[in-house]
């Protein structure tokens, strides 16, 4: 059986690693506008390897994350019919459709609702330049809702401090497993009702 404890440690070794907060930033850029991993699993342990240093991975996060979103804007925005069939292959479409609703009755306000959203963050981004948002206030609520949602990991594993990691590596298999079936679950419960 496949053990998250393993893949756990492998991440804390990376996130010590001397070009970490460049990984990070690399992966936060990235998940915002066309990759699929959300830059938690590298910020929470990094944040846990080097807790004086948690609001600061934090910054990163959420500055790149921003950064990520932008250039996602700029693909909604210019590329949206080149990109269209991706979104199809890659699975996105519906959830495409589902924020670009949402954007047309709430506005802005769906940005600061997206860093807290099981949809991935991209969709957001690129749909909120297909549909023409304003530009600076994507910007800001990208700000204040990437940065609450990066803010409050670090400030978690600031707090929680070694008593955390002790219970994470005590439990890192059953909370790996559980996400999966608790993934599994949504996406079904989500194809059947939606």
């Known amino acids: 059986m496949w053990r998250f404890s393993s893949l756990y440690e492998r991440v804390l070794q990376w996130s010590r690693h001397p070009h970490a907060t ?7 850029f990235a998940e915002s506008s066309f990759f699929p991993v959300p830059p938690d699993v ?3 342990p990094m944040a846990l390897a080097r807790r004086e240093r948690a609001w600061f991975f934090a910054a990163v996060t959420t ?7 932008v250039a ?3 693909i909604g925005l210019l590329a949206l019919e080149w990109i269209t069939p991706l979104l199809h292959t890659m699975g996105y479409w519906e959830k495409y459709l589902l924020t670009r609703d949402w954007f047309e009755e709430w506005g802005v306000w769906v940005i600061f609702i997206a860093g807290f959203s099981p949809i991935p963050y991209k969709v957001f981004t690129i749909t909120a330049g297909a549909v023409a948002l304003s530009f600076f206030p994507f910007v800001l609520a990208s700000f204040v809702g990437r940065g609450m949602r990066f803010y409050l990991v670090a400030g978690i594993i600031y ?3 070694e008593a955390m990691e002790q219970n994470l590596r005590k439990y890192i ?3 790996g497993w559980t996400t999966v079936v608790v993934l599994i ?3 079904a419960a989500y194809e059947l009702y939606w």
């Open 63 to 69: 500055l790149t994350s921003v950064a990520g979103g």
């Open 72 to 74: 996602g804007y700029l």
């Open 159 to 161: 707090v929680g401090g």
């Open 185 to 187: 679950v949504a996406y």
């Open 173 to 175: 298999d059953v909370m």
């Open 22 to 28: 460049r990984y990070l930033a690399v992966l936060s």
């Open 42 to 44: 590298m910020l929470a």
